[in-house]
C-alpha cells in the first residue's frame, strides 16, 4: 500500500498540511520587519538626529536579513522535503507541530537579540531557537527516510541524502553560533553569513 491509501496515513489531503506550514512561514517572515521600530517622528528634529537613528537600528536591521534568510531557507528545505512525499501520517504531523511552533517564536528572538546586540547572552536566545527549528526539520528529513511508504513511488531514502546533508547546516552553525557567543563574543550571529559558503562547498565536493 502507498500513498493516503497506506494503514499509518492520517487520511486527509497533504495541501493542507503544505498550505499551513507555507503560511506560518509567510507570516513569521513578515513579522520579523516589527523588529524594526520606526521612532516616533517629534523626537528627531535634525538630519543628523535621524542620521543617529537609523545606525541604531542597523543591529536590529542585520538580524533582520539574517533571520529572513535563514527562514526562507528553511521554508525551501521544508518544500523540497514535502514535495517528494505522497502522504504525510501522524508522526509526521506531530513532528511539524513543534516545527511550526519554533519557528513562530524567530520574530520574537530576533528582536530580542536586536535590541541587546551588546549582550552576547541575547545572541544564544536567537542562535538557539534556529538550532531548535533546524534540528526539527532535519528530524522530519530523517523520519521520512526512515518511512519509506510516505515518499512518492519516484524517491528513494538514499534519494534524501543530499537533501538532510543541506538541512543540517544550520543546525550546525548554530552550535557554533552559541559556542562564540558563550565565549563572549558580542557578534556571534556574524556566523550564519558561513551558510552560503558552505553551500558553495557542498555544491563544489559535489561536482
Known sequence: MEGNDHPDSIGFSKSRFEALTDGIFAIAMTLLVLGLAVPAGGTIRTSTGLIETLMGLFPDFIHYVIAFFILHGMWVSHHVLSRRMASIDRRFLEINLWLLMAICLIPFTTSFSGDFED???????????????????LLQWRYV???????????????????????????AVSVLGIALALLGVTWSTAVYLLIPVIFWAMRAVRR
Do not use: C, D, Y
Not at 549582550?119 to 526539520?137: F, M, R, S, T
Not at 528513494?156 to 543546525?171: E, F, I, S
Open 145 to 171: 527516510a526512515r518511512t519509506p511508504h510516505l515518499l512518492s513511488p519516484e524517491f528513494t531514502p538514499a534519494g534524501l541524502g543530499v537533501g538532510m546533508q543541506k538541512t543540517a547546516v544550520t543546525p
Open 119 to 137: 549582550i552576547a547572552l541575547a545572541a544564544v536566545v536567537l542562535e538557539a531557537n534556529l538550532l531548535v527549528v533546524g534540528g526539527i526539520l
